[in-house]
């Protein structure tokens, strides 16, 4: 009887048994994936941080300081803050109201006209350099007549702005109809029912409610032209005063003068951290709009 006894409970035991080992199990995979996850974390951090941190770690304040007088820092710095603030102003102009047009009307070949905004995001910089020189150069489709008339744009400062425009146009107008798209309909179709034209309706009330999202593409533009390289060099050259930006003096300096080739990679590396503190500032009060 007594054991008949025991064998009864030791069944009855058995499965909360099982629900105990089970759970040690899961919890134990569960520590294992949190381990491996949080191990890639410090190694993808790490492997981002330790080249960033070096820029500084290896130029000393006095060399820096130094650097930032000399004349190719100071042309470089000012020609790639002027183009790029002409860049962004050509790109918000043109890009708005493409991005409206894109986020509310439908017309025939949209998904064409899309594919190739995007198209400069992932065509090889040099590639998007080459096609502006066969389209603007002298012997270019285009820059063919126009140098005729006395009129060239291929190694000017001109070709600096045109060759940001051409690839950083792409991030402002996809964040700006995105950020159109977010703007629900409703507030669009009351101010036109109370009266207020298209035109007065898209600058009182969707450009206000939509302007986070432009200005933080915006920001992303100003970023991406300011880091040109490649359609710069091929299509403006490198000539100190006049095409030479700051991503070109970096590689013209590599050849000769480290400390100014740092100095400049430090000041691009702070621009860039301010990229990413005012989109992440603006993103969240996006957030918190949407949310309230």
């Known amino acids: 009887m007594a054991s008949n006894?025991?064998?009864?409970?030791?069944?009855?035991?058995?499965?909360?048994?099982?629900?105990?080992?089970?759970?040690?199990?899961t919890r134990a995979r569960e520590m294992a994936l949190k381990t491996a996850l949080g191990f890639l974390l410090i190694l993808a951090v790490a492997f981002i941080a330790l080249p960033v941190a070096s820029l500084f770690l290896k130029s000393p304040l006095d060399a820096t300081i130094r650097s930032m007088q000399d004349p190719v820092v100071i042309d470089a710095l000012r020609l790639s803050l002027t183009t790029s603030t002409l860049t962004i102003l050509v790109v918000v102009l043109m890009g708005t109201p493409i991005?409206?047009?894109?986020?509310?009307?439908?017309?025939?070949?949209?998904?064409?006209?899309?594919?190739?905004?995007?198209?400069?995001?992932?065509?090889?910089?040099?590639?998007?350099?080459?096609?502006?020189?066969?389209?603007?150069g002298r012997m270019g489709i285009l820059g063919h007549y126009l140098n005729a008339f006395g009129f060239c744009i291929a190694f000017t400062t001109l070709a600096v702005v045109m060759a940001q425009v051409f690839v950083s146009s792409p991030?402002?107008?996809?964040?700006?109809?995105?950020?159109?798209?977010?703007?629900?309909?409703?507030?669009?179709?009351?101010a036109r029912t109370l009266g207020a034209s298209r035109f007065y309706t898209f600058f009182h009330v969707i450009l206000p409610m939509a302007s986070n999202g432009l200005v933080s593409g915006a920001i992303m533009a100003f970023a991406r032209s300011l880091g040109e390289f490649g359609a710069t060099i091929m299509f403006a050259g490198n000539f100190q005063g006049r095409t030479q930006t700051m991503p070109l003096a970096i590689y013209t300096a590599m050849q000769g003068d480290l400390d100014v080739s740092l100095c400049l990679a430090m000041i691009l590396v702070a621009i860039s951290f301010l990229v990413i503190a005012l989109v992440k500032t603006l993103t969240r009060r996006v957030h918190k709009n949407v949310r309230s």
Do not use: C, W
């Not at 025991?6 to 199990?25: A, F, K, M, V």
């Not at 950020?179 to 629900?184: A, K, L, N, Q, Y």
């Open 5 to 25: 006894r025991s064998r009864i409970s030791y069944l009855i035991e058995l499965p909360n048994r099982s629900q105990e080992t089970i759970g040690i199990s």
């Open 171 to 190: 991030f402002y107008i996809r964040q700006a109809k995105t950020s159109f798209e977010d703007v629900d309909m409703a507030f669009e179709n009351a």
């Open 99 to 136: 991005a409206y047009v894109n986020a509310r009307f439908h017309y025939p070949g949209k998904e064409i006209a899309d594919s190739l905004i995007d198209l400069p995001v992932i065509m090889p910089p040099a590639v998007a350099g080459i096609a502006l020189l066969m389209a603007f």
